[in-house]
């Protein structure tokens, strides 16, 4: 398990209640927290930014999956639990005072959810790799266009 996994298991037993009970040794690692804790924006905050996608991530595949630190027996639970990530991780970025990449999240959590309600997984995993990289970096010139033509807006 990544140390950023391990980091978000300990937080989330940390909390208690239901959700604690439900942590488990990771299934994956945090790669995608590692992308955006690489990037120039993030200097000197990476495991807080490396930190607060992973719990984003986890939520999202708790809504479309399965978690890998978060593995609840409930299916509604597992809604609860994804929508619980969601907010820790949004949270965390505003609280870093990162107001645009709180958007690019809540753009990736929506763009990738029509991915799904659309059955197209392969842009889902697109949008997460480019949502990530903007996190990190900031976006690529063409990054507006592309999540327009992903909304079907052009």
Same mark, same amino acid.
């Given at each position: 398990?990544?140390?950023?996994?391990?980091?978000?298991?300990?937080?989330?037993?940390?909390?208690?209640?239901?959700?604690?009970?439900?942590?488990?040794?990771?299934?994956?690692?945090?790669? $995608?927290?590692?992308? *955006?804790?690489? !990037?120039?924006?993030? #200097?000197?905050? &990476?495991a /807080?930014?490396?930190?607060?996608?992973? =719990?984003?991530?986890?939520?999202?595949?708790?809504?479309?999956?399965s978690?890998r630190?978060?593995?609840?027996?409930?299916?509604?639970?597992?809604?609860?639990?994804?929508?619980?990530?969601?907010?820790?991780? $949004?949270?965390?970025? *505003?609280?870093? !005072?990162?107001?645009? #990449?709180?958007? &690019?999240? /809540?753009?990736?959590?929506?763009?990738? =959810?029509?991915?799904?309600?659309?059955?197209?997984?392969?842009?889902?995993?697109?949008?997460?790799?480019?949502?990530?990289?903007?996190?990190?970096?900031?976006?690529?010139?063409?990054?507006?266009?592309?999540?327009?033509?992903?909304?079907?807006?052009?």
């Amino acid at each position: 398990m990544s140390e950023t996994l391990n980091r978000l298991a300990d937080e989330i037993r940390g909390g208690g209640g239901l959700l604690a009970h439900a942590v488990t040794p990771a299934s994956s690692d945090g790669a $995608l927290g590692d992308v *955006a804790a690489a !990037g120039s924006r993030a #200097a000197g905050q &990476e495991a /807080a930014y490396a930190l607060l996608v992973e =719990a984003i991530r986890e939520g999202y595949l708790l809504h479309y999956a399965s978690g890998r630190v978060v593995r609840p027996d409930d299916p509604d639970l597992s809604l609860l639990a994804g929508d619980r990530l969601y907010a820790l991780g $949004l949270a965390r970025l *505003a609280e870093l !005072g990162d107001l645009e #990449a709180v958007g &690019e999240l /809540a753009d990736v959590i929506s763009l990738a =959810a029509q991915a799904h309600a659309e059955d197209d997984p392969d842009r889902a995993t697109a949008v997460w790799e480019a949502g990530v990289r903007v996190v990190g970096s900031g976006p690529a010139p063409d990054h507006e266009d592309t999540k327009a033509r992903w909304r079907g807006v052009r």
